[in-house]
């Protein structure tokens, strides 16, 4: 740890502390740099840090503030699940979920849609339209099963950013990082066997699990830290699993960056125990700080590690472009994506290849990674706000997506009833687990806060709270 | 039978007893009218059967003629593969292929690629431009699991041509056909499982199943009428038979059309036998005659038949854009379809319905199939004309793939590494069986003829044939 680490760490600690109060002005850089016998730039360095983990915001020409509604409130707690092989349940709700037909009247504020408004996404339009307007041809042929080339080098060059030295011929490109996870799973795993998931995890993973007849280990989940590996390693210990399946960067649902020393960890664990570990990283590129967390692949040098990913999150789900990068499993991977879906549409990956090739994605992501995290500072706020002290709230470090844990008696499946008919929906906490917990949470995106929308929904759920009908 | 059936059955059989020879020309109207005692119209009905089949060609102004080229050559034998379940191999071979970069002098002409040129393709350019160009959100977002509403309403218009009375709500839109294959066998079998297919069959379809862990019972095919329903009954009593998965319509390779009474009975044997019926009708609207032959899913009251298709043969496979009718499978295939990609690609779905509803979707097909029946009528001609009376040749109803059987001691695959060296490759037979079989066939499309580029490649075909040191 260098000197503003440690400044940043000891301020960090006084906030948390309730030394600085939320909205409180921080201490100057001057001051700071006084008292503690460092340069200017070394403050501002330790600000920034500060800033990254959302502790403190800059104000133009005041200085550093507390975060105003951030730190305030507990974190959910870390669960306990069975730590036994399930079979994934949980179909049945989430199925009626998505196919219930989207009521105007409700504001469905649980989904995994990114801001697909945003300005910077126009010259994708631009180069949609400038393919179909040419008549490409190639636009209308089979791709090749490894997915364009163009594309992979584009993919490849992103990678960069996360530490990762690939080649294009190791990236095959899928439908979806949805395609890239069912064939991660398919190709490692037979039915009957297992694998080790984070718990509360994304509900599709769990169901990739469930529909290859595959059984899972919940492995209890640190807010901040990420997947417990004491008790990850119990699991290895005591079950014949096959490989281990973590969101480890922005995770969903948490929002955690799991550090990078506990990451170079998971993967000695998994060398040990010679298992693979198929690792999500689809919001990894949302992170609020800089440079982004590096990923597990880039400590891999075995190709023990299945890196899956898309632009669903960082440009647009509809696109339905994804990768995955399968180390030494490649040739069984490109298998599965034969028969999965024999190739990828072509015009997307065409459009997308300009469009990076370009130089439009790291503007886009700087724009709405720093729109996330504004929107974040004020939905904090306004939880803790209208929310009862008791309700725990993730502290996400990247991409859009927040946890609310309310009260163990709450079932947020009748509370989600309750506030659809005042016009808002949430995602219910018992989709993220493959038996069925997290009954008393709730899953938030805050990619656009919707005019008064947001803020009018969290106070709504606050007033259902308050209802003791709900428990 | 009526009238026109019969006289246009015996007319077929005097052409195929040799009483008239490809290229002559054929009693005139009035002639047959007089010579039968029936209406001119009668006669003319007669002669579009003929047409319809392949026998007879009009010329402006001078009548029918033979049909040149046609049925001098034999038929592929029927093959005898071994009856009992066998896991499906072919992969290696498969994935070389596909991988292997397309050399600039090498002209493959063994792909499953349509005619993407033709201009009545350039509305579905407009469409994706105005989509693009509207800079429309929808496109963006994650679409509905079971796909665009507005695409599943014109699917089930255009599924009336075969007979077929479905719902919007029993669709669910793939990412091409083969999403639909590979959800459909997932639904219903686990591994080790048995499913009865088609020998020879689509390679894709044997690769499904080895990728599912399934297991395949080849059952033999005759080149006219499609699979031996007398084999597949023998192997429905013999095996627990999971599922029967047939190509019935424009097959592929063979390009038959299963007789409708046939259809029949083989539904009557998935009833008996209580199993289900995947019917893949990916070229039925190619069939070259009118109306269409009827889809087995269409005789189906119970649910029991899961109908795939998509629009790679009839528009373009570059959409990536399919969709299964699942009958009583409908919740199970939502599971796969969402586990597998999540959704299927916005854009292409959006424009695809703009197509078909604008009225776009019948002029092309009638383009594409007429161009097709020339070429194939063409390409029969220089078969004949250049290979050894030994090769047996398909008879394709519909269409764009042709069939071609070499004498037993020919290695394809060899032949086909000595034409390259010619700058011409064909498909080889033995990824159309999962046990290898078929080493002496060959594929060829016939979508397009490229100038003269397919009669040298068959010209060339011709000459390696010549050579002994094939076998
Ligand atoms: C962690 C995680 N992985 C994968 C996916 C699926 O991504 P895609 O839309 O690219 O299939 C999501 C989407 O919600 C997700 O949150
Ligand atoms: C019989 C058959 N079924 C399915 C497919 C796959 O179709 P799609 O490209 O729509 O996935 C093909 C393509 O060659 C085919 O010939």
């Known amino acids: 740890m260098n000197l503003y680490h440690n400044l940043a760490a000891l301020l960090g600690q006084r906030i948390e502390q309730g030394l600085y109060l939320p909205g409180q002005r921080l201490p100057s850089v001057r001051t700071l740099s006084m008292e503690h016998g460092v340069s200017l730039s070394t403050v501002q360095q330790a600000y920034r840090v500060l800033e990254d983990q959302g502790l403190a915001v800059p104000r133009p020409k005041s200085g550093y503030f507390v975060a105003s509604?951030?730190?305030?409130?507990?974190?959910?707690?870390?669960?306990?699940?069975?730590?036994?092989?399930?079979?994934?349940?949980?179909?049945?709700?989430?199925?009626?979920?998505?196919?219930?037909?989207?009521?105007?009247?409700?504001?469905?504020?649980g989904g995994g849609t990114p801001d697909i408004g945003a300005p910077t996404l126009k010259p994708l339009f631009s180069a949609l339209t400038r393919i179909s307007r040419r008549h490409d041809p190639a636009m209308l042929r089979y791709d090749n099963i490894q997915g364009l080339s163009d594309l992979r080098q584009q993919v490849v060059r992103l990678l960069v950013d996360s530490d990762c030295q690939l080649h294009p011929d190791e990236i095959v490109i899928t439908t979806g990082c949805h395609e890239a996870l069912s064939t991660a799973v398919r190709t490692l795993c037979k039915p009957g066997e297992i694998v080790a998931v984070e718990s509360p995890g994304f509900h599709g993973i769990m169901q990739t699990l469930n529909g290859a007849g595959v059984q899972a280990v919940e492995i209890p989940v640190d807010p901040i830290t990420g997947i417990s590996l004491e008790a990850l390693e119990l699991a290895l210990e005591q079950w014949p699993?096959?490989?281990?399946?973590?969101?480890?960067?922005?995770?969903?649902?948490?929002?955690?960056?799991?550090?990078?020393?506990?990451?170079?960890?998971?993967?000695?664990?998994?060398?040990?125990?010679?298992?693979?570990?198929?690792?999500?990283?689809?919001y990894g590129d949302l992170a609020y700080g800089y440079p982004r967390p590096r990923s597990i692949k880039s400590m891999d040098q075995e190709g023990r590690v299945l890196l899956c990913s898309s632009f669903s999150k960082t440009l647009a789900p509809g696109l339905r472009v994804g990768w995955i990068a399968p180390g030494r499993y490649l040739e069984q991977v490109l298998h599965?994506?034969?028969?999965?879906?024999?190739?990828t549409s072509t015009q997307p990956q065409m459009a997308l290849a300009e469009f990076i090739a370009a130089g439009h994605y790291h503007p886009h992501l700087r724009r709405v990674r720093s729109q996330y995290k504004r929107n974040l500072e004020r939905v904090s706020g306004w939880l803790s706000?209208?929310?009862?002290?008791?309700a725990g709230i993730s502290q996400p470090q990247g991409g859009f997506l927040l946890?609310?844990?309310?009260?163990?008696?709450?079932d947020a499946l009748r509370l989600n009833e309750h506030l659809g008919s005042r016009g808002y929906e949430f995602a219910v906490g018992n989709i993220f687990s493959a038996?069925?917990?997290?009954?008393?949470?709730?899953?938030?995106?805050y990619a656009l806060l919707q005019g008064n929308t947001m803020e009018s929904a969290i106070k709504a759920l606050g007033h259902e709270l308050k209802d003791a009908s709900l428990a």
Chains 1, 2 share one sequence.
């Open 69 to 109: 509604g951030w730190r305030q409130m507990p974190l959910p707690r870390t669960c306990r699940p069975a730590q036994r092989p399930v079979e994934v349940g949980q179909w049945d709700l989430l199925l009626k979920q998505m196919r219930s037909t989207p009521r105007a009247d409700v504001q469905y504020l």
């Open 336 to 343: 599965m994506k034969y028969i999965g879906t024999g190739a």
């Open 241 to 282: 699993i096959k490989a281990i399946l973590v969101t480890p960067t922005c995770n969903n649902p948490l929002g955690f960056n799991m550090p990078e020393e506990r990451k170079r960890k998971l993967l000695r664990l998994a060398q040990r125990f010679d298992v693979a570990v198929i690792e999500d990283d689809i």
């Open 403 to 410: 946890w609310i844990e309310l009260a163990e008696e709450i």
């Open 385 to 390: 706000h209208y929310l009862p002290t008791s």
């Open 435 to 445: 038996a069925g917990k997290y009954r008393n949470c709730l899953r938030l995106n």
